[in-house]
């Protein structure tokens, strides 16, 4: 899509040339939800991570501002030095309100 925002093989190749333990986590839910789907062990070991990939697959109908918001809680959790990567792409295929995320969290 137009305004799609793309991670490519470098993204990758930047956050996972972090040494130390990887985390990560694949899912679906309603905008809303994006912060409760996240278990609070995952959340606390974020902010020893040195780097993040967030991507996002979003309904065409879900609001980007609902979604940022979402996001900058979720931006809470790191430390402000950790490298952060952000990907966006419209999935017309998802129910109304939904995404698809993926975060990959390295250096842990």
């Known amino acids: 899509m137009e305004n ?3 991670v490519d093989l470098a993204d990758y190749q930047i ?3 972090h040494e130390g333990k990887i985390e990560g986590r694949v ?5 809303a939800d994006f912060m409760t789907n996240l278990d609070e062990v995952f959340k606390n070991s974020l902010s020893s991570a040195k780097g993040a990939l967030i991507e996002f ?3 065409k109908d879900a ?3 609902q979604l940022f918001s979402q996001l900058r809680e979720l931006n809470e959790y790191f430390d402000e030095n950790a490298d ?3 990907g966006l792409k419209q999935n017309d295929a998802l129910e109304l309100d939904s995404i698809n995320y993926k975060i990959i969290a390295t250096g842990i």
């Open 63 to 65: 609001g980007f501002n």
């Open 4 to 6: 799609d925002i793309n």
């Open 84 to 86: 952060m990567i952000f």
């Open 15 to 17: 956050i996972l040339s």
């Open 57 to 59: 697959d979003k309904s």
């Open 27 to 31: 899912g679906s839910c309603k905008v």
